[in-house]
């Protein structure tokens, strides 16, 4: 039986995706992308992402990292420090620096078949790319899958002038401070979470803002711990329907034919019927 607050909840909720959809515009690019990609080594895929014994509709599951932990520092900072040169009030800043300790993003691309990103992401070219149904992330996520936005770009500057109305409130009419606030500071670090330097465009990189967040998370959300490159990494669980794969494709370095052959087997005895198993055809051996 639903509560007033849980009705109050689903209210702001959908206020917040209403407003990030007007704000953040360039979501609809994403209409006319057919695939979102994920780059990853193989082992990630067989024995993390693609769940044992799951529940129907949790077939694969991504690791949603906390946003402080990302491995560029400086890109922490590139949206705050822009927030901070607009003078809003302290309490605001205060808000945003508290709540990036705790929200968790999945990063995909637009980029396909990119080396660049197989020798960053994809184990030097040794793993595989996945390539989402975007339509199907778009149904889920609604204006939390958004476009990450550069820094000196237009849209940046659009996006700032929209933020000097949304801070005035008057998108807010008839809801309490605290709801106001509730939603405000998640909206304003969705702007430093999206907003990257431009020096990083080439990553074309999409990000699912949210993840484990109370405002739009029903149910609690577990944090689990992972140990990487010297520290021990916040992580949330994000689960997927197996229909979200189209491809799994083999980057520049793998061996192919065997593992193809492999992989489709095991991807037909997990029931992913129709996904594709391809291989890159960038000329590269590493």
């Not at 901070?84 to 929200?103: C, R």
């Not at 691309?109 to 184990?123: F, I, Q, V």
């Not at 595989?128 to 609604?142: E, G, H, I, P, R």
Request: glycine fraction near 6%; hydrophobic fraction near 35%.
């Amino acid at each position: 039986m639903s509560t007033s607050k849980d009705n109050t909840k689903n209210q702001n909720s959908e206020l917040f995706i209403q407003i990030a959809k007007e704000t953040f515009y360039e979501w609809k690019r994403l209409l006319n992308v057919k695939y979102l990609y994920y780059y990853c080594s193989t082992d990630v895929f067989l024995n993390g992402i693609v769940v044992n014994n799951p529940s129907p509709q949790k077939e694969l599951c991504l690791w949603a990292s906390r946003y402080s932990y990302m491995n560029d520092k400086e890109e922490l900072q590139c949206g705050i420090r822009r927030i901070e040169s607009w003078n809003p009030p302290n309490y605001l800043v205060e808000g945003i620096k508290q709540a990036h300790q705790t929200d968790h993003i999945i990063s995909l691309s637009m980029a396909e078949d990119s080396l660049t990103m197989w020798n960053t992401y994809g184990n030097g070219g040794k793993g595989v790319m996945l390539a989402f149904d975007t339509k199907l992330l778009l149904s889920q996520y609604a204006g939390r899958l958004q476009p990450c936005f550069y820094s000196d770009s237009e849209y940046d500057t659009n996006i700032e002038k929209s933020f000097g109305h949304i801070i005035q409130g008057s998108m807010f009419k008839g809801i309490s401070f605290k709801d106001y606030m509730g939603l405000l500071i998640p909206l304003l670090l969705m702007y430093a979470i999206l907003r990257k330097d431009k020096n990083y465009d080439y990553e074309k990189e999409v990000r699912i803002y949210g993840i484990g967040d109370k405002l739009f998370d029903k149910e609690g959300v577990e944090i689990h711990y992972r140990y990487s490159k010297g520290i021990v990494v916040p992580y949330v669980k994000e689960f997927f329907p197996k229909t979200v794969l189209k491809e799994v494709r083999f980057g520049p370095v793998a061996e192919h034919e065997l593992s193809e052959i492999s992989m489709r087997e095991f991807l037909h005895a997990k029931g992913f019927i129709d996904c594709k198993v391809t291989h890159s055809n960038i000329p590269y051996r590493g």
